[in-house]
C-alpha cells in the first residue's frame, strides 16, 4: 500500500473514477477493539493528529498514516467500526449496501443550475478552484466525505477561513472524542433536520452508514437509544430559542441512570449540534445545490418531497419574480446604494471620533434595535406561494421528520410584542473569550483553540475592499452583521453602539439576514439578489460565514452558560 493512498479505504461501491485516491487516512488508524467506532486512537498516532491539527494556519503538516501491523494487513475502517449487533452489515453484498444507502436518504430533485451554488455562478467558483491548489490540500487532508463537495467549493472562495473551518469540523467529526463516531454523523443528522435540510441529512447519512452506524436509526428517532432521543429537547431549543435552556435542561441529561449523558459527552453532542444548525444557514443562505452523486445520478432524477427542494427555492421556482437588478436603472439604483453605504460608514467614524454615546443611551438603542427586528419580516415568501399552505409544505416531510420531535416549534423573535420580556444576556456577563472557551477546552479537549481560531478568523477576515472600492476599513460593517444576529437572539455588547446597525444595514439585508439565520429553510435567490447588487459574489459568502459563525457562538454562549449554572 503506497503512503498516503487511501483508495483502499473505500468500500466496493466507491469505484467511480471520478474519486481520485486521496490522502485523507485518519479512518485506517481506528483501533481494532473501538467497537462501534468510538473514534479512539493509538496514542502516538493521536498526538501526531492533534498536533497537525493544533497548528497554527499556514503550517499545516501532512496527516500521519497508520501502518499495518507486522504480520498483518492495514486495517480496514469499514470492517473494524462495524459493532458485534450489526453483524449483518459486514455481510451485505455490493447492490444490497447500495440500496440501503439509497433509500435512506432525503430525496431530492436534481438542481436546475450547474455548479456548486444556484445563487453564484459556476465559472465564478470553478476559477477559484483552478487557481488555489491549497484548497484541494485542504480537502486531502480535512475531509470527512473525501472529496471536493459543494460547501467546501463555495467556502473555498475564501481559503483562509476555510482551513479554520475543515480543520474544527475534522476534529469534532474525526478525532479522538467523547462520542462515538456513529453518534456524531447522527446527531449532525438531528441537528440538520430541525432546518429540513436534506443536503446536510444525506452527507451524514452516507458518513453513519460508513462509520459503522446501525442502518435501523435512520427509520427514525423511535428506533434509536434513549440517550439519542434524549438529546430532542436541547435540540430544537438550540436551534430557535436558545435564550429557553436553562440548568434544568442539563440536570435532566446528565442525573444517575442508564441512559445519562457525561459533561464531556453531552459539550461534544452541543458542539455538533450548533455547528450543523449554522451550517445548515450557511448552505440555504449561499444556495448550495445536491451533489451530483455518481452513485444515485445514472439518468435517474429522484422525485422532491412534497414538490418542493432546496433548489426550488432557491430558483424561486413556482414563483412569478420580476428581477430586482434587471435593466439600466437597477444598475444606476444600486451604484448610488454602495456610494450612500460608502458616505454612511465615513459619517459614522467620524461621528464616532468626535464623540461617545453614554451606556444609558447605547442600552436605549440596544432596546430600540431588538423591538425594530421584530417587525423584519423573513421575506415576503408567504405571499409569493398562494396556492400552496408553504410552511407545511416545508415543515411536515415524512422524510425529514423521522429524525425530529415537534416539527412545528421554530424561532420566535426574543423580545416578542404584548409579553413579559425575557432578561437580555449581557456578553459581559458570560463572554466566549472568558467563560465559554475555557469550559469547552476543559470537558471537550482541544475543541476550543480550534473553535476561537474560526470566530477568530471570520470576524477579521478582509481583503479591504468593497465591491469596487479598494483600501476600505470594513470593521464596522463586520461588527454590525455580527452583532446584529446576536442582537436577534437576545445578546447585547455593554461597549457597541447598535445605533449603528440601522446605519449600515438596509432593510432588504435585514430581512436576509434574519431569514438565514432564524429560517434558513425559506431562503430564496431573490433575497439574496436584493442586497448588495454591485457586491461581488464572494463578498456575500463572506456575509454568510459571519452570519453562520455568529449563529453558531450565540447557541454556544447559552447552552454553556447554562452548563456553567449547572456546575456551581
Known sequence: MPVGDASYLRGPEDTSEDRAPIRFSLCACLCSHSGAGCGRLASGTRI???????????????????????????????????SPQNVEAKTLTHHS????????????????????????????????????ERTNFLVEEYSTSGRLDNITQVMSLHTQYLESFLRSQF???????????????????????????????NMHVDEFLKTGGIAEWLNGLEYVPQRLKNLNEINKLLAHRPWLITKEHIQKLVKTGENNWSLPELVHAVVLLAHYHALASFVFG???????????????????????????????????????SGGNFGIVDSLSELEALMERMKRLQEEREDEEASQEEMSTR?????????????????????????????????????????????YEDFARRGEEHLPTFRAQDYTWENHGFSLVNRLYSDIGHLLDEKFRMVYNLTYNTMATHEDVDTTMLRRALFNY?????????????????????????????KTVTCYPER????????YWRQFKHSEKVHVNLLLMEARMQAELLYALRAITRHLT
Open 286 to 324: 449561499s444556495g448550495i445545490n445536491p451533489e451530483r452523486d455518481p452513485e444515485i445520478s445514472n439518468g435517474f432524477t429522484l422525485i422532491s418531497v412534497n414538490n418542493f427542494c432546496v433548489c426550488d427555492l432557491a430558483n424561486d421556482n413556482n414563483i412569478e419574480n420580476a428581477s430586482l
Open 485 to 513: 444576529v446576536h442582537c436577534m437572539f437576545g445578546i447585547r455588547y455593554d461597549d457597541y453602539d447598535y445605533g449603528e446597525v440601522n446605519q449600515l444595514l438596509e432593510r432588504s439585508l435585514k430581512v436576509y439576514i
Open 523 to 530: 431562503t430564496t435567490k431573490r433575497m439574496y439578489d436584493s
Open 48 to 82: 501526531r493528529l492533534r498536533r497537525a491539527l493544533l497548528a497554527p494556519s499556514g503550517d499545516l503538516a501532512p496527516l500521519p498514516v497508520c501502518p499495518p501491523t507486522l504480520g498483518q494487513p492495514a486495517l480496514s475502517p469499514i470492517k473494524s467500526v462495524f
Open 366 to 410: 440596544f432596546e430600540k434595535e431588538k423591538k425594530e427586528s421584530l417587525f423584519v419580516v423573513s421575506g415576503d415568501t408567504f405571499h409569493s406561494f398562494p396556492h400552496s399552505d408553504f410552511e407545511d409544505d416545508m415543515i411536515i416531510t415524512s422524510d425529514v421528520s423521522r429524525y425530529i420531535e415537534d416539527p412545528g416549534f421554530g
Open 171 to 201: 476534529y469534532m467529526l474525526r478525532m479522538d472524542g467523547p462520542l462515538p463516531l456513529p453518534y456524531r454523523h447522527y446527531i449532525a443528522i438531528m441537528a440538520a433536520a430541525r432546518h429540513q435540510c436534506s443536503y446536510l441529512i
Open 97 to 132: 449496501k447500495l440500496w440501503k444507502r439509497q433509500d435512506k436518504r432525503i430525496r431530492v430533485s436534481q438542481p436546475l443550475t450547474r455548479g456548486p451554488s444556484a445563487f453564484i455562478p459556476e465559472k465564478e467558483v470553478v476559477q477559484a478552484n483552478t487557481v488555489d
